[in-house]
């Protein structure tokens, strides 16, 4: 003690050797002034999306004087620092003070510590228990009053002090604690904030929560005696509950606050409040599903281009999920959900109406024999119910007809970047025979949703809007739009006509997809795994539809309107369009297909030559079938011939370029 009262003599005799003083406090080395903050992603609106840690897995998050509660600086200065306005760094009286409290009492009655040199010491993390150190701190803080503001001096504390465990500065420590931004703080919040860094360890609410209480009602008491709350306030906020556990930093978007931050990107499009809430749904959906099962649920305003949420797993860990993979950016299969792409590039090339009929009817193409999901043919429908039935053979139908390079030529010119397994585009690939993103689904259902104008959805707010590329006429995406809106929703979902949208099953159900829009918002969803294995029984109608129109739901409280047809919209029924599209492919009703040569129910006796058959009708080529299998295909007819078969019963099938067939059954000897 009587070391520390020399210092403090040595203290206030430097008031009087001003000369001396100056030139020691001008050659004073100070350490360094800046320190890593956490890097944060924040939303739209500028609210905390996730934030990450600095070296040493500290929390120490940047903070400005205006986001701080001016109740907590005025209870910090009042209860550490009462002359820290007016000081020079050092505070002389109260150093005498203790010093002489220490001298007579042989033990430390109060401190004389200030701001300042509580700065000093966090910034250099050095000793306080010698005089050595002291007289170190004093020399610090006296050279930063000289070289910052009081403002900049408080701003180093504020971010700097410890909190318990890996939280420094006052930010970290509120939103750990408390579970909110310091900005507006109650008596008791505020106390409890200025009370732990004095010892952070020993006072952390979380496991010495009498010690924690003790220390805030000791400041809430002194501001009462100091006039800075009433005494009534301070009696309330003594009796305020503290905080039981620290609170996880937040966490919203994790998937692609990864990506921002891997890019450089501090503001998102999202709407964190919109993110919250999609990702509760998202946990509570898949509660109780296959644990290996993931999602992907983006929300975008297809007006503006704007990525509003984006929720790229289920729950971001590991695990049988793989909740670390984003499967937001996952190439996978799209199932049914390109037909509408289709079905709209086919009414731009005048190939159909949605009024036209089109034959939903065996099929074959160079031996690739398209089959609809449920196996079954419903003959000649019109085209807006093959597409509501998402039926394949009407749209491998199309896709031929305008060729499977222009379906990718769209898609490519939507700014999909679609990988093709075999590096060829083949008839498949309206059917889901291509890899595709779900962010790449939901730029082209933007697309459908905005006339057929697409744009890269944009999710930095810095970025620039990218010119619109046209990929379907305005009328050619108001007519795909108006059929899939009269698709009945899922139970308790509204009626129909308020959302425009698509399932999609992948081969094997290995990917669940829907997609939809209204006047305003698109969303898609995907569920599967994320490794692509099959998930049995998994369809989009059951498992992801649902799903999107709950997301809707959260996304506005009620539907935006859909847009009225564009007026260059032919709206007639099948009966008054043109000739060429009332009936896809043409009068095809006029010649039918018959095999009349053998008679079904012959016997025939084969000489090695093979099987002689006659047609009538039927428009070449041909594919033949025995049993179900193609045995010959591009016949030109009407006398074709089949290769020799083994003896017993069979049929013989003819498929013609319309899809009309003929067929007999004989027996062979």
């Not at 305005?474 to 949208?501: C, E, I, M």
């Not at 159900?509 to 029984?537: E, S």
């Not at 809707?552 to 007639?572: F, N, Q, Y």
Request: glycine share 12%; net charge positive; aromatic share 6%.
């Amino acid at each position: 003690m009587a070391r520390l009262f020399v210092l403090v003599a040595l203290l206030w005799g430097g008031a009087f050797a001003r000369d001396r003083a100056d030139d020691w406090i001008t050659r004073t080395d100070l350490p360094v002034l800046v320190h890593a903050t956490s890097p944060e992603i924040r939303d739209r609106d500028g609210a905390l999306l996730r934030a990450y840690t600095v070296e040493n897995g500290l929390w120490r998050m940047a903070i400005s004087a205006d986001a701080i509660d001016p109740a907590l600086i005025k209870m910090l200065i009042a209860y550490e620092d009462r002359r820290f306005l007016s000081h020079g760094g050092v505070d002389q009286w109260a150093a005498l003070r203790a010093g002489w409290q220490a001298v007579v009492s042989g033990g430390v009655v109060s401190g004389a510590s200030t701001l300042t040199m509580q700065v000093a010491r966090l910034l250099e993390d050095g000793p306080t228990g010698n005089w050595q150190g002291k007289l170190r701190q004093a020399r610090v803080a006296l050279a930063l009053e000289r070289r910052l503001s009081k403002a900049q001096i408080l701003q180093l504390y504020t971010e700097l002090a410890p909190y318990g465990g890996n939280i420094e500065g006052l930010r970290a420590a509120s939103l750990t604690w408390l579970g909110k931004e310091p900005r507006r703080l109650t008596p008791a919040e505020a106390a409890l904030l200025v009370a732990l860094p004095q010892s952070p360890e020993t006072r952390r609410p979380d496991r010495h929560p009498e010690q924690a209480r003790a220390a805030r009602n000791r400041v809430l008491a002194r501001m009462a005696r100091a006039g800075v709350l009433d005494s009534d306030t301070a009696q309330v906020a003594m009796r305020a509950a503290l905080p039981g556990a620290r609170r996880a930093m937040p966490m919203l978007a994790p998937h692609l606050a990864d990506r921002a931050l891997a890019q450089g990107v501090r503001r998102v499009t999202l709407n964190g409040g919109l993110q919250q809430r999609l990702e509760t749904l998202v946990r509570a959906y898949m509660t109780g599903r296959d644990a290996r099962l993931s999602v992907a649920l983006l929300v975008a305003d297809h007006q503006s281009g704007e990525l509003l949420a984006s929720v790229g797993s289920g729950g971001y860990a590991s695990g049988r999920g793989q909740g670390f993979v984003d499967m937001s950016h996952a190439l996978r299969s799209p199932g049914s959900t390109l037909k509408p792409l289709v079905y709209g590039l086919a009414f731009d090339r005048g190939l159909a109406h949605p009024e036209t009929l089109i034959a939903d009817t065996p099929v074959m193409f160079d031996g690739y024999a398209p089959q609809n999901f449920d196996g079954v043919f419903r003959g000649e429908l019109r085209v807006a119910r093959a597409l509501q039935l998402s039926l394949n053979i009407p749209v491998v139908r199309l896709t031929e007809a305008m060729g499977p390079a222009h379906l990718m030529a769209a898609m490519r010119a939507a700014g999909m970047d679609p990988q093709l397994p075999g590096g060829r585009a083949g008839l498949a690939v309206s059917l889901g025979g291509v890899g595709v993103t779900p962010l790449e689904m939901l730029t082209l259902y933007a697309a459908l949703a905005q006339g057929g104008e697409a744009r890269p959805l944009r999710w930095g707010m810095e970025a620039a809007a990218s010119a619109p590329q046209r990929i379907l006429s305005r009328r050619a995406a108001w007519q795909v739009g108006h059929v899939l809106a009269g698709l009945a929703p899922p139970a308790a979902s509204g009626p129909p006509g308020q959302v425009a949208w698509k399932t999609g099953t992948s081969y094997g159900h290995r990917d669940a997809w829907a997609l939809g829009w209204d006047g305003r918002y698109v969303v898609a969803v995907w569920i599967g795994r994320p490794d692509g294995t099959p998930v049995p029984g998994a369809f989009g109608g059951d498992l992801a539809a649902p799903l999107l129109f709950e997301a809707l739901g959260r996304v506005r409280p009620k539907p935006v309107p859909l847009p009225a047809p564009p007026p260059e919209t032919l709206l007639v029924s099948n009966a008054d369009l043109p000739v060429n599209l009332r009936r896809f492919g043409g009068e095809t009703r006029a010649a039918p297909l018959e095999v009349i040569f053998p008679p079904s129910g012959a016997r025939l006796l084969q000489d090695g030559a093979g099987i002689a058959l006659k047609l009538r009708g039927g428009q070449p080529p041909f594919t033949v079938l025995a049993d179900g299998e193609v045995v010959a295909t591009q016949q030109r007819g009407p006398l074709l011939t089949v290769p020799p078969r083994g003896p017993g019963f069979t049929t013989l099938s003819v498929i013609d370029a319309a899809g009309r067939s003929g067929r007999v059954s004989v027996e062979l000897r």
